[in-house]
């Protein structure tokens, strides 16, 4: 049971650090519009991180109940698909573009943005 708890510590301590289109975007929300308003983007990500993992948790455990087998089929392509967007994001060039300097980030984007964050959609199905 400590091996599997273990297990479990690591995979979410890794799931939550590694940074993501979240963390890059409350840091530029941070650093061009001030602590605030990359506060409520962040408590927008925060809450709509916990909504969406929860649903999901209630979803995945029906379909692995009614399709045991499924489940490994979920985990492999969830697995291949994170080294597919490693990879992608790997080769991609660094440019960047200012167009959109004077915007920043509030609530609903942080909860938009967490929501489609492709990341924890492989993360919930892994977990």
């Known amino acids: 049971m400590e091996s599997l708890l273990l297990a479990m510590a690591g995979f979410v301590l890794v799931g939550s650090i590694t940074p993501g289109p979240v963390n890059v975007i409350a840091t530029n929300t941070g650093l061009n519009a001030g602590i605030y308003k990359a506060f409520t983007y962040v408590l927008g990500a925060s809450l709509s991180f916990s909504v969406v993992v929860f649903i999901a948790g209630l979803m995945l455990n029906e379909v692995s109940e009614l399709l045991p087998k499924a489940t490994l089929a979920m985990q492999i392509f969830g697995s291949a698909f994170l080294l597919y967007v490693a990879f992608q994001l790997s080769r991609a060039s660094a440019s960047f573009t200012d167009a959109n300097e004077n915007q920043s980030a509030g609530f609903?984007?942080?909860?938009?943005?967490?929501?489609?964050?492709l990341k924890h959609g492989c993360f919930r199905v892994l977990a």
């Not at 609903?108 to 964050?117: E, P, R, V």
């Open 108 to 117: 609903w984007a942080g909860s938009f943005t967490q929501a489609i964050n």
